[in-house]
């Protein structure tokens, strides 16, 4: 009976409590009334149905406003029962000057035996309640999962009630804190990090949750570091800024970030830097719905722009980023225009006329193909998106009067081995080369590696196969990349194009290479696994080496040459670098032109080796559609 009244809806329960208070405070007015007469008389409480009508609405609806029913009375902490306090002291003094208003005849003691009185009713009940379906709880506790909290904190203390009611039971807290050793929280004792193999032993746990509160990521990730030799699963709460903004709520564990992994803290920005061309401008992002560009677009809309031209050729895409962009409070709170449009980089005219038509000044072009694989099978389309698509961009861009024009690069256009890297690699020679022609335009592009969580990137891949039971697929034991996580990439580029003076090319600072296959390695064991080798064959998931896919290096590189100079911004460089006058990129873009219109893939990754591109092109091609033809005996060979 009583288990099934707790486990009633949230509004039942509401209802009952209010009745119950209503029940409460007017008992507690007869009973002072009686405590401090020694009798009821009716005559003289019937003259003050006034004052307990007043103290009642008065007092319920102060009960309502403190949030007292929105309190979970199995969570219930020191701050609720606070805040009951705190309500009936609002209580008796609206019953003491509800009888100095009325004039009534009640003693002046009156008060405050009712205050005493009223406490006793409306708190003790909430404490009863509380301590029974602990006691419930406690029944059922062999069934809940143990599980060890890192982090006595706020973080912790407050992961530890909102788990009250979930399949995780905390056993135990461990903390760095040397103040914080041997003491209680919320009950359950706080250990030091050294003992942490002994609790997992003596409480058969199999997750470690971390409730690290705003830690820096170096900080996380040398905790981290310290649980991977364990064979325990380790889990996280959501970000603090994500809980406050109510993104997410304390209890929604998830798998432990990557970067808390990699352990880099994020460069901090430079507010006027962010906003130099952005804040009261029109601002285009090409390629709004990808990873990178609808980052842009959600970093962007809060520095003010005066509207937001989000161009996209996927259409789902588009629709996904502008309904995300108009849920935000800075859109609602700053009446920014969002127009949201459709269409190709590839079509100069159209871009041309959208730059015209909404009087765009900065221009952020994200739109690319960025897959190595499937560049490398789609040859043709890849120069023409990445090559021309930014080639026409940027003569629209001239002609239509944009201020401004930033292109996101990547480190693969560094010495590249695929077409992807050295078609953004001739995509920045194009910037330079129209940089040079002329100055109404500023041009500039930045450089960087790997994004976490970006469309092709192996984090989710490699979490995928985990979950599935492996294998993990790594494509060769001595690949390294550079990652940088999407928001700080972002932000950086915002930043770059604020201190471009023309032809500009950024650098951003990517911190230290990672090792994939050691990255694989630390994502199996935080979730609990072995790994299964020679050496442990009786593990629970392998790795297998796939090889290296077309046009894949083992690793990447940001600079071409040595002549780097720093900016005013510490996580940017300025890289000096060789290029093409106009007038050379101009003959090499026609005859490309020529090579992709009559479908001569070879061709096509010869004119990129003769570039300075620095292209070191393999000697196969992979393009599908070439190669079909080629084995069909429809496409001439160029020698």
């Known amino acids: 009976m009583l288990e099934a009244l707790f486990e009633s809806s949230r509004t039942t329960k509401r209802i009952i409590s209010l009745i119950y208070d209503t029940i409460a405070i007017v008992s507690a007015f007869y009973l002072a009334a009686f405590l401090r007469l020694g009798t009821f008389d009716s005559q003289f409480l019937d003259k003050d149905i006034l004052v307990v009508s007043i103290t009642l609405v008065v007092s319920l609806g102060v009960f309502i406003r403190m949030g007292m029913y929105r309190a979970i009375l199995r969570y219930m902490s020191t701050p609720a029962m606070l805040t009951i306090v705190g309500c009936v002291v609002i209580s008796a003094l609206v019953l003491a000057t509800a009888s100095f208003l009325t004039q009534s005849m009640l003693p002046r003691s009156m008060p405050f035996i009712y205050f005493t009185i009223a406490l006793l009713l409306v708190g003790a009940p909430r404490l009863l309640v509380r301590s ?14 143990p599980v060890i909290v890192y982090g006595a904190g706020y973080t912790g203390h407050q992961l530890t009630l909102a788990l009250q009611g979930s399949q995780y039971k905390p056993v135990a807290f461990v903390d760095d804190n040397p103040a914080l050793h041997g003491t209680m929280v919320a009950n359950i004792k706080v250990h030091k990090p050294r ?12 997750k470690i949750l971390l409730a690290l509160g705003s830690t820096p990521n170096s900080r996380r990730a040398q905790v981290i570091q310290r649980l991977e030799s364990l064979a325990v699963s380790v889990q996280t709460v959501p970000a603090i800024p994500d809980i406050l903004s109510g993104k997410a709520r304390i209890e929604h564990i998830k798998d ?10 994020p460069v901090a920005s430079q507010p006027e830097l962010m906003g130099a061309c952005i804040t009261d401008k ?17 970093q962007i809309i ?54 015209r038509s909404f009087g765009v000044q900065t221009v952020y072009h994200a739109a690319a193909y960025k897959h190595v694989p499937l560049v490398e099978h789609n040859i043709v389309e890849g120069v023409r998106n990445n090559v021309y698509g930014t080639w026409y961009s940027a003569e629209a861009a001239i002609r239509a009067g944009v201020e401004s024009f930033v292109l996101v690069s990547t480190d693969k256009a560094v010495r590249p081995t695929n077409i992807m890297g050295a078609s953004k690699r001739l995509a920045e020679l194009v910037l330079q080369g129209l940089a040079k022609r002329q100055t109404g335009t500023t041009f500039s592009m930045v450089r960087f590696g790997n994004v976490l969580g970006s469309s092709g990137s192996v984090v989710p891949l490699f979490r995928s196969q985990i979950k599935s039971g492996g294998p993990v697929t790594v494509t060769h034991p001595e690949m390294v990349r550079y990652f940088m996580t999407i928001p700080e990439a972002a ?85 000096e670098e060789d290029y093409l006058s106009w007038e050379e990129t101009k003959i090499l873009l026609d005859e490309l032109d020529v090579a992709c219109h009559s479908y001569q893939c070879d061709r096509v990754k010869q004119l990129l080796v003769e570039a300075p591109t620095d292209y070191h092109a393999s000697v196969m091609i992979s393009d ?12 001439r060979i160029v020698n």
């Not at 029109?282 to 959600?298: K, Q, W």
């Not at 962009?325 to 041309?352: A, C, F, M, W």
């Not at 609990?528 to 090889?547: A, Q, R, V, W």
């Open 302 to 355: 809060q520095h003010r722009p005066r509207a937001i031209v989000l161009f996209e050729l996927n259409e789902f895409s588009l629709y996904n980023i502008e309904r995300e962009l108009r849920d935000t409070p800075d859109y609602k709170k700053n009446h920014i225009d969002l127009y949201s449009i459709l269409g190709s980089v590839q079509k100069e005219h159209r871009v041309e006329t959208i730059m």
């Open 491 to 575: 932000k950086l580029v915002l930043q770059a194009g604020s201190i471009a003076t023309g032809g500009d090319v950024f650098v951003l600072d990517m911190g230290e290479p990672v090792k994939i296959v050691d990255l694989a390695k630390r994502m199996i064991h935080l979730s609990g696994l072995e790994i299964k080798s020679d050496k442990s064959p009786n593990g629970d998931i392998s790795i297998e080496y796939t090889g290296l896919r077309p046009g894949e290096k083992l690793y990447e590189e940001l600079l071409i040459g040595n002549n780097v100079s720093g900016t005013q911004h510490p996580g940017i460089l300025r890289a």
């Open 624 to 635: 599908a559609v070439w190669r079909q033809r080629q084995n069909t005996g429809k496409l």
């Open 195 to 206: 003992n942490i193999e002994a609790l997992i032993r003596n409480h058969r746990c199999n």
């Open 132 to 145: 029974v379906i602990m006691m419930i709880n406690r029944r059922g506790k062999d069934s809940k999962e």
């Open 282 to 298: 029109v601002v285009m992002v090409t390629g709004a719905g990808g990873s990178i560009g609808s980052e842009l677009c959600r």
């Open 256 to 265: 432990v970030e990557i970067e808390d992994l990699l352990g880099r803290d």
